[in-house]
Protein backbone atom coordinates (compact mmCIF):
# COMPACT_ATOMS: atom_id res chain seq x y z
CA UNK A 1 0.00 0.00 0.00
CA UNK A 2 0.33 3.46 -0.37
CA UNK A 3 2.66 5.80 1.90
CA UNK A 4 0.58 8.77 3.46
CA UNK A 5 3.46 8.85 6.46
CA UNK A 6 5.91 10.86 5.52
CA UNK A 7 9.21 9.11 6.40
CA UNK A 8 11.07 12.23 8.33
CA UNK A 9 8.03 12.76 10.39
CA UNK A 10 7.97 11.46 13.91
CA UNK A 11 4.21 9.95 14.91
CA UNK A 12 3.63 12.66 17.72
CA UNK A 13 4.14 15.26 14.63
CA UNK A 14 2.41 13.79 12.23
CA UNK A 15 -0.59 13.23 15.24
CA UNK A 16 -0.66 16.41 16.02
CA UNK A 17 -0.71 17.54 12.43
CA UNK A 18 -3.68 15.17 11.52
CA UNK A 19 -5.61 16.83 14.58
CA UNK A 20 -4.66 20.22 13.76
CA UNK A 21 -6.11 19.47 10.31
CA UNK A 22 -9.25 17.72 11.64
CA UNK A 23 -9.67 20.53 14.13
CA UNK A 24 -9.51 23.46 11.39
CA UNK A 25 -11.98 21.43 9.63
CA UNK A 26 -14.87 21.28 12.44
CA UNK A 27 -14.40 24.84 13.28
CA UNK A 28 -14.16 26.03 9.60
CA UNK A 29 -17.39 24.04 8.77
CA UNK A 30 -19.07 24.72 11.91
CA UNK A 31 -18.07 28.83 11.04
CA UNK A 32 -19.24 28.08 7.65
CA UNK A 33 -22.95 26.91 9.76
CA UNK A 34 -23.24 30.01 11.47
CA UNK A 35 -22.43 32.26 8.21
CA UNK A 36 -24.96 30.56 5.96
CA UNK A 37 -27.63 31.29 9.38
CA UNK A 38 -26.03 35.34 8.82
CA UNK A 39 -26.34 35.54 5.18
CA UNK A 40 -29.86 34.16 5.23
CA UNK A 41 -31.27 35.87 8.25
CA UNK A 42 -35.25 36.07 6.67
CA UNK A 43 -34.84 32.37 5.84
CA UNK A 44 -33.59 31.35 9.06
CA UNK A 45 -35.68 33.41 10.89
CA UNK A 46 -38.51 31.38 9.48
CA UNK A 47 -37.18 28.18 9.53
CA UNK A 48 -35.91 27.51 13.58
CA UNK A 49 -36.66 23.96 13.93
CA UNK A 50 -37.07 23.88 17.58
CA UNK A 51 -38.55 26.50 20.46
CA UNK A 52 -35.93 25.15 22.66
CA UNK A 53 -34.12 27.91 23.78
CA UNK A 54 -29.93 27.68 22.89
CA UNK A 55 -27.66 28.81 25.76
CA UNK A 56 -23.93 30.22 25.54
CA UNK A 57 -23.02 26.98 27.85
CA UNK A 58 -24.40 24.64 25.60
CA UNK A 59 -22.65 26.04 22.79
CA UNK A 60 -19.28 26.10 25.07
CA UNK A 61 -20.37 22.44 26.25
CA UNK A 62 -20.57 21.19 22.31
CA UNK A 63 -17.43 22.89 21.18
CA UNK A 64 -15.17 21.57 24.18
CA UNK A 65 -16.85 17.61 23.66
CA UNK A 66 -16.04 17.86 20.19
CA UNK A 67 -12.08 19.45 20.74
CA UNK A 68 -11.58 15.47 22.81
CA UNK A 69 -13.62 13.97 20.14
CA UNK A 70 -10.93 15.68 17.62
CA UNK A 71 -8.28 14.49 19.44
CA UNK A 72 -9.65 10.86 19.62
CA UNK A 73 -10.09 10.50 15.72
CA UNK A 74 -6.28 12.13 15.20
CA UNK A 75 -4.98 9.06 17.69
CA UNK A 76 -6.79 6.58 15.70
CA UNK A 77 -6.68 8.07 12.28
CA UNK A 78 -2.64 8.57 12.84
CA UNK A 79 -2.67 4.92 13.78
CA UNK A 80 -4.38 3.87 10.70
CA UNK A 81 -1.49 6.14 8.56
CA UNK A 82 1.22 4.78 10.60
CA UNK A 83 -0.38 0.32 10.13
CA UNK A 84 -0.60 1.55 6.40
CA UNK A 85 2.97 3.10 5.73
CA UNK A 86 4.86 0.35 7.93
CA UNK A 87 2.45 -2.51 7.89
CA UNK A 88 0.89 -2.04 4.49
CA UNK A 89 -2.42 -2.62 6.27
CA UNK A 90 -5.78 -1.28 4.47
CA UNK A 91 -6.63 -0.19 0.96
CA UNK A 92 -5.49 3.40 1.28
CA UNK A 93 -3.55 4.19 -2.34
CA UNK A 94 -1.97 7.23 -4.01
CA UNK A 95 -1.92 6.94 -7.41
CA UNK A 96 -5.50 7.56 -8.26
CA UNK A 97 -5.27 5.59 -11.77
CA UNK A 98 -4.57 2.56 -9.63
CA UNK A 99 -7.77 0.73 -9.45
CA UNK A 100 -8.54 3.28 -12.61
CA UNK A 101 -10.91 6.48 -12.44
CA UNK A 102 -14.04 4.83 -12.72
CA UNK A 103 -13.92 3.54 -9.11
CA UNK A 104 -11.81 6.37 -7.92
CA UNK A 105 -15.06 8.45 -8.43
CA UNK A 106 -17.53 5.66 -7.18
CA UNK A 107 -15.10 5.09 -3.80
CA UNK A 108 -17.18 8.14 -2.95
CA UNK A 109 -20.31 7.39 -2.76
CA UNK A 110 -19.52 4.11 -1.37
CA UNK A 111 -17.38 4.83 1.65
CA UNK A 112 -20.89 7.46 2.21
CA UNK A 113 -22.89 4.86 2.34
CA UNK A 114 -20.50 2.19 4.18
CA UNK A 115 -20.62 4.59 6.67
CA UNK A 116 -24.24 5.58 6.84
CA UNK A 117 -25.12 1.95 7.47
CA UNK A 118 -22.46 1.29 10.28
CA UNK A 119 -24.02 4.73 11.94
CA UNK A 120 -26.86 3.89 11.87
CA UNK A 121 -27.03 0.65 13.62
CA UNK A 122 -24.25 2.26 16.29
CA UNK A 123 -26.41 5.10 16.89
CA UNK A 124 -29.37 2.88 17.19
CA UNK A 125 -27.30 0.52 19.40
CA UNK A 126 -25.98 3.58 21.38
CA UNK A 127 -29.63 4.69 22.00
CA UNK A 128 -30.47 1.25 24.37
CA UNK A 129 -30.56 1.67 27.91
CA UNK A 130 -27.74 1.07 29.96
CA UNK A 131 -25.22 2.37 27.26
CA UNK A 132 -27.13 5.49 26.34
CA UNK A 133 -27.18 6.92 30.00
CA UNK A 134 -23.38 5.89 30.17
CA UNK A 135 -22.39 7.47 26.15
CA UNK A 136 -24.74 8.82 23.96
CA UNK A 137 -26.24 10.91 26.69
CA UNK A 138 -23.61 13.42 26.15
CA UNK A 139 -24.47 14.19 22.56
CA UNK A 140 -28.25 14.41 23.68
CA UNK A 141 -27.28 16.95 26.29
CA UNK A 142 -28.23 19.47 22.96
CA UNK A 143 -31.86 19.31 22.96
CA UNK A 144 -31.77 21.63 20.30
CA UNK A 145 -28.23 21.65 18.84
CA UNK A 146 -26.13 23.92 16.91
CA UNK A 147 -23.58 23.28 14.37
CA UNK A 148 -20.44 22.89 17.03
CA UNK A 149 -22.33 19.97 18.53
CA UNK A 150 -21.55 18.33 15.17
CA UNK A 151 -18.65 16.39 17.50
CA UNK A 152 -19.71 16.86 20.24
CA UNK A 153 -19.72 13.10 21.80
CA UNK A 154 -18.67 10.91 24.51
CA UNK A 155 -14.67 9.90 24.20
CA UNK A 156 -16.20 6.13 23.89
CA UNK A 157 -18.86 7.15 21.38
CA UNK A 158 -15.64 9.49 19.32
CA UNK A 159 -13.47 5.63 19.34
CA UNK A 160 -16.89 4.19 17.91
CA UNK A 161 -17.51 7.10 15.47
CA UNK A 162 -13.58 6.73 14.53
CA UNK A 163 -14.07 3.26 13.41
CA UNK A 164 -16.19 4.08 10.50
CA UNK A 165 -13.38 4.90 8.91
CA UNK A 166 -10.85 1.59 10.13
CA UNK A 167 -14.01 0.18 8.40
CA UNK A 168 -13.67 2.05 5.19
CA UNK A 169 -10.40 1.49 4.95
CA UNK A 170 -10.10 -2.02 5.38
CA UNK A 171 -13.17 -3.07 3.50
CA UNK A 172 -12.82 -0.69 0.00
CA UNK A 173 -9.61 0.75 -2.01
CA UNK A 174 -9.92 4.66 -1.30
CA UNK A 175 -7.28 7.36 -2.68
CA UNK A 176 -6.22 9.62 -0.41
CA UNK A 177 -7.54 12.62 -2.21
CA UNK A 178 -11.70 10.52 -1.80
CA UNK A 179 -10.44 10.31 1.75
CA UNK A 180 -10.07 14.01 2.23
CA UNK A 181 -13.35 14.44 0.33
CA UNK A 182 -15.43 12.13 1.99
CA UNK A 183 -13.95 13.74 5.65
CA UNK A 184 -15.58 16.94 4.06
CA UNK A 185 -18.62 15.51 2.93
CA UNK A 186 -18.81 13.80 6.25
CA UNK A 187 -18.40 17.41 8.35
CA UNK A 188 -20.67 19.25 6.11
CA UNK A 189 -23.36 17.09 6.53
CA UNK A 190 -22.83 16.62 10.22
CA UNK A 191 -23.06 20.26 10.82
CA UNK A 192 -25.51 21.00 8.47
CA UNK A 193 -28.20 17.94 10.47
CA UNK A 194 -27.19 20.27 13.98
CA UNK A 195 -28.08 23.37 12.24
CA UNK A 196 -31.36 24.10 13.76
CA UNK A 197 -32.78 25.86 10.61
CA UNK A 198 -34.04 24.20 8.16
CA UNK A 199 -32.74 26.13 5.05
CA UNK A 200 -33.31 23.22 2.50
CA UNK A 201 -36.18 23.81 0.04
CA UNK A 202 -39.95 23.25 0.00
CA UNK A 203 -40.83 19.86 -0.92
CA UNK A 204 -37.25 18.45 -0.05
CA UNK A 205 -38.16 15.39 2.17
CA UNK A 206 -41.12 14.42 0.33
CA UNK A 207 -38.81 14.40 -3.44
CA UNK A 208 -38.61 11.13 -5.92
CA UNK A 209 -34.94 12.23 -6.04
CA UNK A 210 -33.43 14.25 -2.79
CA UNK A 211 -36.03 13.24 -0.21
CA UNK A 212 -33.32 10.25 1.02
CA UNK A 213 -31.25 13.26 1.70
CA UNK A 214 -30.93 13.76 5.88
CA UNK A 215 -31.88 17.31 6.81
CA UNK A 216 -31.51 19.67 9.63
CA UNK A 217 -35.25 18.77 10.56
CA UNK A 218 -34.65 15.43 10.40
CA UNK A 219 -31.70 15.17 12.92
CA UNK A 220 -33.17 17.65 15.09
CA UNK A 221 -36.22 15.98 15.40
CA UNK A 222 -33.81 13.25 16.88
CA UNK A 223 -32.45 15.30 19.31
CA UNK A 224 -36.06 15.74 20.56
CA UNK A 225 -37.68 12.83 20.46
CA UNK A 226 -34.65 10.01 21.00
CA UNK A 227 -35.72 8.16 18.95
CA UNK A 228 -36.23 7.93 15.08
CA UNK A 229 -33.98 8.98 12.69
CA UNK A 230 -30.75 7.55 13.60
CA UNK A 231 -29.28 8.39 9.57
CA UNK A 232 -26.68 10.58 9.19
CA UNK A 233 -26.12 10.99 5.42
CA UNK A 234 -29.41 9.68 4.36
CA UNK A 235 -32.74 8.46 5.63
CA UNK A 236 -32.47 5.28 3.47
CA UNK A 237 -32.34 2.92 6.38
CA UNK A 238 -34.38 4.77 8.63
CA UNK A 239 -37.39 4.04 5.82
CA UNK A 240 -36.02 0.77 5.34
CA UNK A 241 -36.00 -0.55 9.48
CA UNK A 242 -38.90 1.65 10.23
CA UNK A 243 -37.64 4.15 12.28
CA UNK A 244 -38.14 7.31 10.73
CA UNK A 245 -40.33 9.76 12.53
CA UNK A 246 -44.51 9.52 11.84
CA UNK A 247 -44.35 13.37 11.63
CA UNK A 248 -40.99 13.53 9.87
CA UNK A 249 -42.19 15.23 6.71
CA UNK A 250 -45.25 16.68 8.36
CA UNK A 251 -42.79 19.05 10.54
CA UNK A 252 -40.77 18.99 7.41
CA UNK A 253 -43.51 20.52 5.39
CA UNK A 254 -44.83 23.21 8.57
CA UNK A 255 -41.21 24.27 9.05
CA UNK A 256 -40.77 24.96 5.34
CA UNK A 257 -44.33 26.06 4.39
CA UNK A 258 -45.37 29.81 4.97
CA UNK A 259 -47.21 33.17 2.97
CA UNK A 260 -43.80 34.98 2.67
CA UNK A 261 -41.67 32.15 1.23
CA UNK A 262 -43.79 32.07 -1.65
CA UNK A 263 -44.24 34.99 -2.35
CA UNK A 264 -40.34 35.48 -2.08
CA UNK A 265 -40.05 32.48 -4.67
CA UNK A 266 -42.67 33.98 -6.85
CA UNK A 267 -41.73 37.51 -6.79
CA UNK A 268 -45.26 38.60 -5.77
CA UNK A 269 -46.10 40.64 -2.57
CA UNK A 270 -48.23 38.96 -0.02
CA UNK A 271 -49.65 41.15 2.72
CA UNK A 272 -49.85 39.68 5.96
CA UNK A 273 -51.75 40.96 9.28
ZN1 LIG B 1 -28.96 9.80 19.26
ZN1 LIG C 1 -26.81 14.88 16.70
Given at each position: MSQILPEHLSL???????????LIR????????????????????????????????????????????????????????YAARDWGWFY???DASAYGWVWYALSLPAAVLIHDFYFYWAHRLMHLPGIYD???????????PTPLAAFAFHPVEAVIESLSFVIVVSAMPIHTSMLMHFAAYMMATNVMGHLGYEMFPRGFARSKWLGWLMTATCH????????????LYTVIWDRLFGTIHP???????????????????????????
Open positions: WAYGLIVGAIIYALFAGIGFGVLRLFPKRAARRRISPVPVTRKQMWREAGYSVLTVAVFAAVFTAVFIYRRVHKVHHLSVNNQHHRTYRYNYGQYEALYDRITEDAGEAAEESGTPVLTQ
